[in-house]
Structure formats: C-alpha cells, structure tokens
C-alpha cells in the first residue's frame, strides 16, 4: 500500500499544494491538484541524427552494384585516418600523438564527438545524451588509469591511489521505489520474503565460484591474451544463456530475477533470456562482486560497493576532454564514410560531407576503422571475412535518453533520500531503468534548484525495437516516460518544462551465446607477433587489434559489449599499432 507523499526536503512547498488541491487531502489516494495537460510539455528529438545514415544509402546501393562513386570534390592527404568518432576513435588519436604521430585526421557522421558518450544541455544545465559513469577502474584497465592520472583525476597520496572526490559519486548513490516507498540501493530488501534472501545468499556463493575457478577482467582482452585463448570455465558460460544457468543453479526467485535483468539491460541493452551467462555474471565478477545483503547479527564486514566516476553531463565529460586536449589531430565532424579501400600503395577514404553537401576523399598510409563492425562491413570494400563473421552475427539494442528539465525538486514518497540513480521496480515502461539526476554532484542539494532528469530505455527485449524506435513520435515516448515516472512523482507535469530525446538504433552490441568464443579467436589470431610501443618514455606490451593489411579495427564491438573500459583500450592500442607503420 502506498504511503503518504511527502517532499521531505520541502514541506512547505507541499503544504501548498495541498491547500491548493482540496481541503484536508494528504495522501495520494485524496484528491490531487489540476495538472497540465500531457500535451502542454513541450520537446522533440535530438542530439543524434539518425536520419544521416540513412540518406546514404543511394551512395552504398551503387557501390554494391559494382559501381564507382563520382569524383570527388575534394582530395586530401593524412598520414593515418581515423574513421569513426566514439570513444575508441578519441582514444586511438590521443594514443597517436602520444606516439608522436601528428596531422591525423579524425572522421565522424555527427555534430560533435563522442558516440553514446555525448553530453549536452538543457535550459542552461548539462546533461547526459548517452553513457552516464565510469566506475572507478581496475589494474587491468592500466591505460585508463594512466589517461584519468593525465586528467588530474587520479593521484597518489601517501602510497595510496585517490580519485577525485569532486567527480566521486555522491551519496546516496542507489535507490529503488518499491511498493510505494523508496529504499536504499537496487536489490530489493525491504519487505521481501526470507526466501528471496536465502536466494540471494545463494547467488553470491555461485559468483564466488565462478569467480574461484577463473579470472575475469575489464577489458576481457586481458584474459584472452593471458591464457592465450578464451578459458574453458568461460567457453562453458558463454555457450549458455544467462536464463538457463540461472535455472541449473536452482535460482528463481522474483526478486532477484528482476535486479539481474535490471543489470543486464543497463549494461547490455536487454535481458537474462538474451544474453550469454559469460556476459550476466561477467558484469559483476569484472569489477565489484555481488555481496548479499547481511542480517543484523551478521558482524561480517562486506568489502566497499562499486565507485563510480560521473559528471551532471554523463561521460560527455570525458570525451570533451579527449577532444580538448588532441593538439595534432584534425577534428572533421559532420563527415560520413562511404567507402574505404585498401590499395597496394595506401587506404583511400571517401566521406560525405554534411555541411558542405559534397564528397570528399582521403588519402593515407593507414586507416583506423573505429566503426560499429555492421557499418564497417558495409564501408570496405572486399572485407574481410572476419569482419563479415562478426557483422553478420551481432545484434544490437536501440536505446533511447530523455532529459526532463524540472523547475525544482519533485514531491515524494517516503523512504530513502533523492539519489543520483533512481530506478523503479518493474517499470511500466518496458526497458525503463530509471533517471540519473542531473544536479546530485552539488553541494547545495536541498535548495530548490531547477534541474534535469535523465530517464533510460533499453529497447533491446521490444519486438522490432529499432523499428519502433525509429517510426514512433515523440509524443509517443512522451507519453510512456510521463507515464511511468508519475507513479513516484504524481506532480511531475508540474514541475517538468521541457523534455527532450535522443535515440540510437545501434547503442551496444548485445553479448549472446557464442560471441565470446568467436571474438577471442579472432583477436588471438591478430598481431600474432608480441610487439612493444614507446610511450612515454616506457616500451609497454600491445595487446593485439583485429587488422588486415593497412586497417586496424577499433571498437567495443570487438570485445562483444560496449563500455567505455573496452572502447577506450582498444582504440588506445589501435592507435600505438597504426603508428608502429607510421
């Protein structure tokens, strides 16, 4: 039964409205205040413009037929050329220049860099578009590390290494509505049955044992490479569904069920019933572990939950400062990539230019394709037959980000604190994960300042989710969202201003069954020559990069799911193995 709703942190502002809606109303089920109409909450789409893609389809029809492109309007010359603007494609350039590799060329089909991991604003506040933390990396994400040192980030204080408080996660970090009350952290607890405990219980001794039998680490790269294939206790799970090794371990409880699938679509884009059991567990046993929640008279100590690194702009952040800080490289945005080909002599690039609504052409010694595999296999010319295995295998899940600018903090029900990850237990709106806030990093959290929510979708468990996702119209996800999150905010359409989305057909590449097993082999048969690149200073390992000839790849989809830890080191070393032919 739900409670009384309560603006703990403004009771005036409550009081109000509720003299406002009807004399002596003090729960939700008295009577409300008049609220604005759906229809007055103005927005649209934006951030990505998914339409580009799309209108070069005349150029790559008359490239399947066999046919030559017309001439080019402009021809330009670079030692090497980045194809694609996302995290991997930064990454390789600053990897580039830290290899002393100037005049790059850096191409990609949007306004501004960054792939899912744009930010932007909102009314005057910042915001995510895409990807909104970094956990705080592991030693097998050694160059991460190194590239968060070189930010100021990360430092070392009396022997120990500190991250940056500022950018930190604030507490309250989780919180999760639950029968009409907000309690702390996601797994639920509060009023579940000593079953659902026993089972969780459960969940962490078969991590534990997972965990036991073989390493995991972030990038997964780093496991290939040790064992010098993809580990047989990890070739078992990857052979396997989530879903059905669940069901062998005896694990059915509702509960924990759904936190698993909440997990698994905000990593992955969609649910347990799709994804490999490799990729369900590799998200905890990569980075933190799972840790059931202890009884009172438990006195065990649990180790400390995940940190995170985040910014009110989501790791649009990051990616700004990648680009702030490449000094000889040349940024072209708005510049698709029709066609690369690889000649005897150098790879020859052919881009439309958006702004200047004209072909290009660039000429280079090598060429990194820092591309989704599926567009990439579309782009080469003769591909090769790795890169078809591995486009013509993958799926990928759309996804959608809405900000909503609200003019001060909502009302709410009882339970823990605002946080900056608020999730609702089974979402009305299929996919929903719930809203980052946009202003949880102030320090002055209970004056009421406007600010933006930023809602997230996984579309990948809808059927013909892209379809939906490209064909519906705001008003349609305007609807749903306003929908959904009034059920913990009945006063939303008050206090929200605008609301604005951006979409992605192709956010991840979903980990199913099989995927690991393909994608170690192709990587391990890459590079096969143990090769080492000066950097600073200091000759460091390259972890092989698919390549083929005068093309290096560069993309979380080599790895098979896409967070920045896997973009970033593979483009990173993408970048050094483009420069050793440099």
Not at 24 to 37: D, F, Q, R
Not at 355 to 361: A, K, L, S
Not at 491 to 499: F, G, N
Request: glycine share 10%.
């Amino acid at each position: 039964m739900m409670g009384p709703l309560i603006g703990k942190l403004h009771r005036r502002d409550w009081l109000r409205w509720v003299a406002a809606s009807a004399a002596g109303a003090s729960t939700l089920t008295a009577c409300k205040p008049v609220e604005p109409a759906l229809a007055d909450l103005p927005g649209g789409f934006t951030g990505v413009a998914l339409e580009r893609g799309h209108s070069l389809r005349p150029f790559w029809q008359r490239l399947a037929q066999g046919l030559e492109l017309p001439a080019p309007a402009a021809v330009h010359r670079a030692p090497v050329v980045i194809a694609g603007g996302g995290m991997a494609g930064l990454a390789a350039a600053r990897a580039l220049e830290l290899a002393g590799v100037g005049d790059v060329v850096l191409l990609d089909t949007q306004a501004a860099m960054g792939g899912n991991s744009q930010g932007g604003e909102l009314k005057g506040i910042a915001c995510p578009l895409g990807a909104h933390y970094l956990p705080v990396p592991g030693d097998s994400a050694w160059e991460i590390q190194d590239w968060l040192q070189e930010l100021g980030l990360r430092k070392q204080v009396a022997g120990r290494w500190q991250y940056e408080e500022r950018y930190l996660c604030h507490s309250p970090q989780e919180r999760l509505y639950l029968d009409g009350h907000w309690q702390e952290g996601l797994l639920p607890v509060q009023g579940v049955a000593a079953r659902t405990l026993e089972q969780y219980a459960r969940f962490e001794q078969c991590m534990s044992a997972v965990m036991t039998e073989s390493a995991f680490a972030m990038p997964s790269i780093r496991v290939w490479q040790r064992e010098g294939r993809l580990p047989e206790a990890h070739a078992r799970l990857d052979a396997l569904r989530f879903d059905d090794w669940l069901a062998q371990q005896g694990l059915d409880d509702e509960y924990l069920l759904w936190y698993l699938n909440y997990c698994c679509r905000d990593d992955f884009g969609a649910g347990i019933h799709r994804v490999s059991a490799w990729a369900g567990l590799h998200y905890f046993a990569s980075r933190h572990g799972f840790h059931a929640p202890r009884a009172a008279a438990d006195t065990r100590s649990d180790e400390d939950g995940e940190q995170v690194l985040t910014w009110p702009q989501g790791n649009g952040w990051l990616s700004l400062q990648l680009v702030k800080r490449l000094k000889a490289t040349q940024l072209n945005t708005d510049c698709s990539v029709l066609s690369i080909t690889e000649g005897r002599d150098g790879v020859q690039v052919d881009t439309w230019h958006h702004g200047r609504r004209q072909h290009e052409r660039w000429l280079a010694a090598r060429c990194v394709v820092a591309l989704p595999s599926f567009v990439a296999a579309r782009v080469l010319r003769n591909p090769p037959d790795f890169l078809r295995t591995v486009a013509a295998r993958m799926d990928w899940a759309p996804w959608l980000v809405a900000n909503i600018h609200i003019d001060r903090q909502l009302a709410d029900y009882p339970g823990a604190e605002p946080a900056w990850d608020n999730v609702l237990y089974q979402d009305g709106n299929q996919g929903g994960l719930g809203y980052v806030d946009a202003g949880s990093q102030r320090l002055d959290r209970i004056t009421r300042q406007p600010t933006v929510l930023s809602y997230y979708q996984a579309l990948g468990d809808w059927e013909q989710g892209r379809q939906q996702l490209l064909q519906q119209p705001f008003e349609y996800w305007r609807e749903r969202i306003v929908g959904t999150l009034s059920g913990p905010h009945p006063d939303l359409l008050l206090r929200a201003t605008r609301m604005e989305i951006t979409r992605y057909g192709h956010a991840m590449p979903i980990p199913r069954v099989g995927d690991q097993r393909v994608l170690s082999e192709i990587a391990l048969k890459s590079n096969t020559g143990k090769r080492k690149a000066l950097l600073n200073g200091e000759r460091v390992e390259l972890l092989p990069a698919p390549a083929a000839g005068r093309l290096i790849f560069a993309h979380s989809d080599w790895a098979g799911y896409s967070v920045l830890e896997e973009a970033f080191t593979r483009g990173h070393h993408a970048g050094l193995w483009a420069a050793q032919g440099s």
